[in-house]
């Protein structure tokens, strides 16, 4: 979401949105992750049917002098959760996922900021069938390659057969229904699995954005610009999209953009175009709350940011 100018490159003419967890105790986070285990998979842009699961051990922390500390989400063994789907889908007849689709049948995150386990996905081929209901049909499919990415997906619950993620797009543009971030379910079967032990977590009260690698956290930032009361930074988990330099946006300076995966809750499209994509970018005026809902950041921040991977979790407090 850009700011008071034309601001917030979304990928090309998305017109993007402008712009913080504090590290998890590591007996909450593992709290969390066993609830969400146990408390089963139900369908609602994320829910889940349920299943007993074995209590993860707690994870070990290392803490270095000047920083705090939090757990990377310890991998949990697969319950069985939904029965094993083979059949063969034809992917191109289903809508795609990419930043501009707005697909109803997806679910809108109901459990926005539980971190999520420490795995991403890319789809295998063309791309993966996605669902709702892994008991229906599929009803979108997420592709191996997007020009502007959001191919490289978080895990948020893992079973023996499938996994439910993370996805950009939405449900509904904010005029129409819920914008918020969305997830869906996707067979392992279709897609590769990959480590990843890099969460960002920001906090607006604190003013503080902290890159948590490995369970231990260096704060990249203690001030920044977030968005105003009609135009909010979206709260909750989402995740890095792509990471662009845009020339055209001289606000940015030549520093990198990088673009998540949701979208504003008040705006249906920016700057002209029909997305509102949330970023972090650099700006001169980059304290208080200012933007359309981008974090405005110096150019430490964002480029400690630029370095993490497509796929790292994100995940937003009030």
């Not at 069985?80 to 697909?103: D, H, K, S």
């Not at 295998?124 to 996605?130: E, Q, T």
């Not at 057969?161 to 993370?166: A, C, G, S, T």
Request: glycine share 8%; with cysteine; proline share 11%.
């Amino acid at each position: 979401m850009g700011d008071a100018e034309p601001h917030v490159a979304a990928p090309v003419q998305a017109g993007g949105s402008a712009s913080g967890p504090r590290a998890r105790r590591a007996a909450a986070i593992v709290a969390a992750i066993a609830l969400i285990l146990v408390a089963g998979l139900a369908t609602a842009w994320m829910l889940r049917p349920a299943e007993p699961a074995a209590s993860a051990p707690s994870p070990t922390t290392v803490v270095t002098p000047g920083s705090r500390s939090s757990p990377t989400p310890t991998p949990t063994p697969p319950h069985a959760g939904f029965a094993v789907n083979t059949t063969t889908y034809e992917v191109i007849g289903l809508p795609q996922v990419n930043v501009f689709a707005v697909i109803p049948a997806l679910l809108v995150d109901d459990d926005p900021f539980t971190v999520p386990t420490a795995e991403t996905v890319v789809a295998h081929g063309r791309g993966a069938p996605v669902w709702a209901d892994p008991t229906g049909e599929p009803v979108a499919y997420l592709p191996r390659e997007f020009p502007y990415d959001g191919t490289t997906v978080p895990v948020i619950e893992k079973q023996e057969h499938w996994v439910r993620v993370l996805l950009v797009g939405r449900q509904a543009v904010p005029s129409k229904g819920d914008p918020g971030q969305v997830t869906g379910w996707i067979r392992l079967q279709d897609v590769d699995l990959a480590p990843v032990d890099t969460v960002v977590e920001v906090s607006i009260t604190d003013r503080t954005v902290d890159v948590l690698r490995g369970g231990v956290a260096e704060r990249i930032a203690t001030d920044f610009a977030w968005g105003t009361e009609t135009t909010p930074t979206p709260l909750g988990r989402s995740f890095i999209m792509t990471t662009q330099v845009v020339p055209e946006y001289w606000y940015t300076r030549g520093h990198p953009i990088i673009y998540l995966s949701v979208q504003s809750p008040t705006l249906d499209g920016f700057g002209g175009a029909d997305v509102a994509v949330t970023a972090f970018h650099y700006h001169d005026e980059r304290s208080g709350p200012i933007s359309n809902g981008c974090i405005r950041l110096d150019p430490a921040a964002i480029a400690a940011l630029a370095d993490l991977p497509l796929g790292t979790p994100v995940v937003i407090t009030p």
